[in-house]
């Protein structure tokens, strides 16, 4: 597995990089047959560190952590924990959907963009918003089983993608109820 570890205006140290390597990877190993690479980044937030994890599966699914510490190393091992938790919540399903898939997931590529939210109380001059950002992104191909997981996986609140059974758009979210929403046009 290739790991990708850095920090974000902070010093990483050779230590803490194979502390990483190694806790992460018998983590990781132990749940999902085969990882390609993951990637950690360490930050500072106020008097707090911050550890940011991503690891990507085979499959094509990612698998994202994040938890906060006053110390580098207690940052890291909440992290890893919260990904722990994941994976073996997943475990049967990250294993049933590699069987079933022969070949990784197929993500197509898209634009993302961050609008200006408007905090202005006046008629705005056009009705056009304003883009802050512009990024490229992908959306997956998936089954709507496979979309719930990712979007669980990634602990976000949505999810769009590619309906393999369909071949159209599709959106997962997760409802203020608790449950789960899917969008199929």
């Known amino acids: 597995m290739r790991y990708k570890i850095s920090g974000k205006q902070i010093d990483i140290g050779e230590a803490l990089q194979t502390h990483v390597q190694n806790e992460l990877g018998a983590v990781v190993q132990k749940y999902a047959e085969r990882p390609t690479d993951a990637a950690v980044v360490f930050s500072r937030s106020a008097h707090e560190y911050v550890c940011e994890t991503t690891v990507h599966l085979s499959t094509g699914l990612n698998a994202q952590a994040k ?24 475990k049967r399903r990250l294993k049933d959907h590699h069987r079933e898939r022969s070949e990784p997931v197929e993500h197509l590529g898209a634009n993302s963009y961050i609008l200006a939210s ?3 109380e006046s008629e705005p001059e056009s009705l056009q918003p304003i883009i802050v950002a512009e990024m490229e992104t992908r959306i997956p191909s998936l089954s709507v089983g496979e979309a719930v997981m990712q979007m669980e996986l990634a602990g976000a609140p949505v999810l769009v993608f590619r309906n393999e059974g369909k071949d ?16 199929d046009p």
Not at 170 to 180: A, P, T
């Open 118 to 120: 408007e905090e202005v």
């Open 168 to 183: 159209g758009l599709n959106v997962v979210y997760r409802r203020e109820d608790g449950n789960i929403g899917w969008i």
């Open 67 to 90: 938890a906060h510490a006053t110390e580098i190393y207690a940052a890291f091992e909440g992290c890893c924990e919260k990904m722990e938790k994941q994976l073996r919540r997943y």
